[in-house]
């Protein structure tokens, strides 16, 4: 628990502050029946010197969310700027002074009809960081037997509930054969992102992570390491498939994600990754990653949106 921040949890919900539990949703709509909503999930970071809350990619979270109500067919009739006011109004309600995750769900409002959608509603929580692994260990994966969903079904581009179920399958998996977590292959048998978090190797020098069209969550965490490679490693991300038996061999591999942060994998199907320790490449760029996310790198300024001076 942060310094300074009430033991309530305050919720935003269709323009209004509500304590948690009177944030609800009538039991039959599509929403609860068939999970039909998008979401967005998002990092923000506390600066205990200049005493900030950083938003880390907000514009692109945001971005990223317009595409997934547009593949949806939804809408709502808000801007990013919207978007930035009532977020910043549910972490002022609760006070925060501390690393947060952020979470805004649209869904559908509708007990109309199983499978209509004119009327969306739309919630907006704020809490603490899960910080979902310890980034300072290695965690140790399977590949999983499940197949990731493809664009022709379930598109992975679309951030929403339902495409979880295919992630929670692989998870739960994973935990009951006794390992941290899971690489989930496409229908094709490549690589494509671990439950919640995508996925990139270093294999022969080269750093590569699988392409958009490996069925994965497009992740703004991605798109900021495959920058970050190129500006202040000079090592450029390859974008290309990945074969399955390239990962026993590549010498690190690690997952990113708003969740997972940068964590680093030691080893999968029980074979270590390189030595079975974290690698030269992967604390690097974790380092920088925490820098820059937290405003401890003077640069890339524009991927942090204040909420306290805003
Ligand atoms: C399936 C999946 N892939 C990748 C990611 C990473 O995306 P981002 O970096 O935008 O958080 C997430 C994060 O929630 C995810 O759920």
């Known amino acids: 628990m942060g310094e300074g921040r009430s033991k309530r949890l305050f919720i935003w919900q269709n323009g209004q502050i509500v304590p948690l539990e009177k944030a609800t949703v009538n ?13 967005e999930g998002l990092a923000a970071y506390w600066n205990s010197k200049e005493e900030e809350l950083y938003c880390f990619r907000f514009a692109d979270h945001f ?9 949806m067919r939804m809408a709502v009739p808000y801007t990013i700027e919207d978007f930035f006011s009532f977020t910043s109004e549910a972490i002022k ?10 979470l805004q769900v649209v869904y559908v409002d509708d007990i109309a009809g199983l ?25 140790h994966c399977c590949t999983s037997t499940w197949t990731r969903i493809s664009d ?34 496409t229908n094709r048998g490549k690589v494509s992102e671990a439950p919640g978090a995508c996925l ?9 992570t699988p392409p958009v069209t490996s069925d994965i969550l497009e992740s703004v965490t991605r798109a900021t390491l495959i920058e970050l490679f190129s500006k202040e490693r000079r090592m450029p991300v390859a974008e290309r498939e990945i074969d399955r038996t390239e990962l026993y061999v590549a010498e690190e591999v690690f997952l990113c994600g708003s969740g997972a942060e940068v964590t680093p994998v030691v080893s999968l199907d029980r074979i270590n990754i390189g030595d079975g320790k974290i690698g030269p490449a992967t604390k690097r760029i974790q380092k920088l990653y925490f820098d820059v996310v937290r405003g401890n790198h003077k640069g890339y300024s524009e991927w942090r949106v204040p909420v306290y001076k805003s």
Do not use: C
């Open 63 to 71: 971005k990223r969310l317009f595409e997934s109500l547009k593949i």
């Open 115 to 139: 499978f209509r959608q004119k009327k969306f509603g739309m919630y907006i929580a704020a809490q603490p960081h899960m910080h979902l692994f310890d980034t300072t260990k290695g965690i």
């Open 200 to 208: 990139f190797m270093v294999r022969k020098g080269q750093v590569v």
């Open 27 to 39: 039991v039959l709509t599509p929403a609860v029946l068939f999970g039909a909503n998008v979401f």
């Open 93 to 102: 309600a609760n006070k925060f002074r501390e690393d947060i995750h952020l």
């Open 152 to 185: 022709g079904s379930s598109p992975p581009r679309v951030k929403s509930g339902p495409n979880y179920q295919n992630s929670r399958l692989a998870s739960l998996e994973a935990d009951a054969k006794g390992f941290d977590w899971a690489v989930i292959l």
